[in-house]
């Protein structure tokens, strides 16, 4: 990984937003699956197949050793959930979470869905936290900072009077899933202002947002983050493109 923030060229971002279609229609494949009765495992199977049919690879299979293709956070879950033998029930949520590279570029996005009927607290954090999304997405427009961005999200997650999970962060991206710079949820004074935006960076943006208190802690599996009050979690990421007219461009939507 390098350790610098890289500018992606016009025929970089083009190979972006072909790897970016992939991860897309693979979530939207996801939202239509995704029913009562469904095992995680069955979505992930759905997805890896479908990325491979498109010629792609799964990026997270293998990650650091992570052992599936997708992830599937469900309720308390808020990322990192691991697909297995868990039957989604009526009033679920489930964070479904995409990576996949295509000719050496990598997509990477998240959608949290709703199984059946779903409490109308829990669904406004799902819709809010895809607000929040927006909002963080407005500001990644080339001469802010990337604190911009966080200082949105934690606005309107705090607006509702949610929290915004701090261990996990959003990323740059492009021939890594992981690359420089973080992007934060919310702003830490200490940090400053972070990286400044320029044409042709390219970062994923990815609110988590939680019903109750915003700390997190990791099962025994190494992997699953979970509320520590075991209330609802919601996710939604998008790979975006900052570009020069001013309107970022996203890239898996
Ligand atoms: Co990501």
């Keep these: 990984m390098s350790e610098r923030i890289t500018i992606k060229s016009q025929r970089e971002i083009e190979l972006m937003r072909a790897a970016g279609a992939v991860v897309r229609d693979t979530l ?3 939202e239509k699956s995704a029913a009562i009765g469904m095992t995680t ?16 690879i799964p990026s997270f299979l293998n990650y650091e050793g992570y052992p599936k293709s997708i992830c599937t956070s469900v309720n308390e879950q808020v990322v990192h959930g691991i697909p ?5 029930k009526d009033g679920d949520i489930i964070s479904v979470d995409v990576g996949a590279i295509l000719n050496g570029y ?6 949290t869905i709703l199984i059946g009927n779903v409490k109308d607290e829990v669904k406004q954090l799902v819709e809010v936290t895809r607000e929040c ?4 997405m407005e500001q990644a427009v080339a001469g802010n900072h990337i604190a911009d961005i966080g200082a949105a999200v934690e606005q309107c997650a705090h607006d509702h009077g949610y929290g915004v999970v701090r261990e996990l ?3 740059g991206i492009g021939t890594s899933m992981h690359e420089p710079p973080e992007v934060p949820n919310f702003v830490d004074k200490r940090h400053g202002r972070g990286p400044r935006l320029y044409p042709g960076v390219t970062i994923a943006i990815e609110p988590m947002i939680t019903l109750g208190t915003a700390d997190v802690v990791v099962l ?8 520590r009050d075991a209330k609802p979690a919601a996710h939604y990421e998008n790979t975006v493109a900052i570009t020069a007219n001013g ?3 996203i890239l898996t939507l």
């Design 220 to 227: 025994k599996d190494g992997w699953t983050v979970v509320t």
């Design 28 to 30: 939207l494949l996801l």
């Design 84 to 88: 297995g033998g868990y039957k989604l």
């Design 106 to 111: 990598h997509g990477d996005a998240a959608r």
């Design 133 to 136: 999304f927006f909002r963080g």
């Design 169 to 171: 962060v959003g990323h």
């Design 41 to 56: 495992e069955e979505l992930n199977k759905i997805a890896e197949d479908f990325i491979r049919s498109q010629g792609a």
């Design 247 to 249: 309107k970022p461009e």
